[in-house]
């Protein structure tokens, strides 16, 4: 069967003939008014012999064949025969016929004229029907256009037209049936082509025997059209007497605009019959849309006449401001059985809360920012309300729509924050009221206009603007920071007359107080306080030279510690600084005693030329800026050493860097070509990490200056060297109730502790104590984490003591002077001396303290004859180590000679110069003197001289020596030493004369059992 395509003019041109043509195709009959048609299609095979012309062979009723059409022109492919009688029935075949010969008869076909022509009628129609689809309306609008106009065949088509629809088919149709794919649809510039799915029902047909159409009554449908796959609904009535079925409506798409949430909007939709038969509208339905928020009415129950009209009324409920859709769909009696409305409403209302507030304290202010609303109703927010709640009192703040911050730089004590948006259909709703944290710490800062004086505030964390300290904040021209080792105040400077002064005041609470006026000087800069809070450092000048001084942190007369210095920054034993020493080849960083004309004690490798040096709260690290790199930062240990460097910030020049005090994170503040920018620097074991902008400076805006406050332990004043077992005080009292407070010595396992802390047991050399405070809340910025380190040297040696007199072992004089002394690296503070006593054939006594604590370095001990002495000193150094006891020195003071039992043969005498003005004196041969005794060293006291003679001493039966007691010269009161015993023995000392006719005179006898 033929397709349009097949049919349209010039599908196939003319050529010389070499043989018989081929066989004419799809042979068919077609319905005539008064007669019957016969088509058919030209041959498909041997077409280079085309036909010439074409003949129509009727069947008779002898069943033999002739020709009735006579030669038919080959460019015509139908021929009608109008002899048939009403009712009469052939059949036919066509032969195709050139100057070679004919083609074989085509397949027959069957033509009949009806027993009576079809009626006609005055119904002329042509209908699109298209509804609007999900994916948008169709190329194609509604249209019913009454007025027809039937187009001749051109070549195999015919166009039908009505208004702006043409409607393209072939030209002759077999008869009433289904057929696809057949016409063409354009209506005005959209031609939707020959759509593939394109289906064409006639239920009436019948043309003229010139070819016109005298009756059509069909429809058609199809998809897509072009790019919209939409179905496409049509009519076709030509000369018919059949109604047809067509609804039109006011419109496909109903926009109800705003409508302010809480109210209700409706609009109509018209429904009119445009056909030619009664129209049914089955319902109206919701298809698509929140049921909550739309909603249906119509007054089409009753069917529609021709030409008359019903509504669908369509309302939306406004919830919310969010745009909502609908659809819609009509169910009705056309042929395409429904169509759709599409619907679009949007509510409008006061703006919504703003989506997300924060309110950041700092120790002295609140930071209140916040973002959005993301629904602003619809209408453009115009500003924001701030709202202050203090107990059941609420203080608004207006603010234009272009702020979404806002500071209170004195806020009331619990008070809470909240904020509304305000558009032209006024103020929205508040967001929840919320209280700030409070602050345990911020980012001090000095800042102000460009080119003019700045102000003391600070940035709270993770704040987004710089909240001022309060209407009495100290502000200056050029103003530098220092924050007090507790977090608690600050020392600043200030311009005055040319010079400037430091000051310090309290700054953790709003209006803290007091100030105190510290020091006048040229010029000052880097304040930096002592890790003890007793001191401030900071670089001045002379003439062009740059210095750094010390000063007490409550006033008073600096110190000048060196000049060709600068950036101070304190060492954790609080005695020394690191600065920048110029006075060195390559200005490294050197360790300095903090005193006047501190000497260096080390030169620091790694940092030649860096500058704005920090030390890390825990005392291990050293940040600074690298001379030859200005927009990173450098960490080494902080004695030295490879330094780890940052990335690189953004092209710029650093300005300062400030630990916080969990030694954890660095503050950098850095210029770039007049945009300040606050960053934190994430630290892990001296590596710095990645840098996060905290804050950027606002048009016209200059940050001078920036030290991270935090409130925190500190320890308090130490001295430098300490002995093993030193009590170090710190404050916690900055710290929240319930911290956690341990003590750590070096890298040993910290343990819980208090203040002040003992240590016990350490060794001689440097050490370093942290004390760790972990805040409730774990190791967030809620819960923080501080630390405080002391470095101090540990001497554990006691002092050397030692007995420097008396030297000998037995005295006649009535006392002796012990002098002793010790050494010791950190000075000798103070001694202890001690004695016992044994008489001659006694037990020693209990010790004797006549000192303690003293720091006399000699003592006169009275001696009693008869008994010995043994006396050790112990020494006790600065530090507090104390040494062991000496050895004994041991003396003794003789018995007097009348404490010996005489025999026969003694003098008993006085005499002056004699010990206790006695003696006992013989010259008879074994005279002898006894006395019971412990002895293990002895000494005789007896008188020399020319004329005096010889004893021998005994204990008990042993032997002990004999002694000549000639001399030149008289001697008195000479002790003569006994040989010592391997220990000390108890028995009976006998002395006995053996000389005959010689003196021997006998003063005393000292015994020690030592």
Known sequence: MATLATLLPGFRGAQAATSVPGVPQSVTSF????AAGVKWEPPTDNLDSPPESYVVMRQRDDGQWEDVSGSVDPSTQHWIDTTLQPGESHQYYVEARNDVGASSGSGIATATRPLQDPATGSVNALTVDVSRGFNGPSPLTNEVATTVTVGRPEGATRTLSAGDIQITLPALLEAPRTYFPVFRLRQGDVDCGVPGNAQLTLTELAYTDDLDIALMTGYFSFWPCGAD????????????????SAASVSSDSVDFGRVLVGTTAERSITITNA???????????LIDGDSTRWGLTNDCSAPLPPASSCTMTITFKAATTYPLNAWIRIVDSTRRESRNVKAVAAGESPPSAPDTVDAVATLTGVDLSWTGPSQDGARPVQGFVVRRHVDN?????????????WIDPEPTPGAFYSVAAVNELGQGPASFPIQPAPAREQLAVFSGPTGADSTFGAVGIWGTQIVPFGPDAPSSNRAELGVSPDGRSVAYTTDEGGNSVLWTRRADGPGSQPVTRVVTAAAIHTPTWSPDGTRIAYTTKEGTASCVDIVPATGGVPARVGCSLDFPVWHPDAQSLIVRDSRISGAPLARLAARTNGTRIAVLAGANGATHAAASPDGRWLAFVPADQPNRIGVMPLTGGTARLSAELPPSSILRVSWRPDANVIAVLSRESGVDRLHVLSMSAGVPGTARQLLQSVSGQTIHDLQWQGLATYIKPTPGVTGPSPSIAFDSSGLQSGSAITCQIDEGAPVSCASPYRPTGLTSGPHTLRVIAQEPGGETFDGRKVVAARAFTVDAAPPAARIVAPTFAATVASSATVTYLATDASGVASYDLRYRTASSSGAFSNYVYPKTGTTARTYV?????????CVS???????????????ERCFSRPLDDRSLSAGTGWVRGTAAGLYYSTSTSSVRYDASLVRTIKMKRGYLLATKCSTCGVVAVYLGTRYLTTVNLYAATTQRQVLIGIPAQTSAISGTLRIAARSTGRLVQIDGVAIRQT
Not at 31 to 34: E, L, S
Request: hydrophobic share 35%; no cysteine.
């Open 31 to 34: 319905p005539v008014v008064g």
């Open 229 to 244: 796959s939409h179905t496409v609904v049509g009519e076709i009535r030509v000369n018919s007497t059949k109604p047809y």
């Open 275 to 285: 056909g030619t038969t009664d129209l049914t509208i089955a319902r109206t339905e």
């Open 393 to 405: 009192a609420i203080t608004e703040y207006k603010l234009p729509a272009d702020r979404h911050q």
């Open 861 to 869: 001990l009275a001696l009693a004859g008869g008994y010995e002495y």
């Open 873 to 887: 000193v112990r020494a006790r150094d600065l530090v507090g180590n104390t040494s062991a006891w000496t050895a």
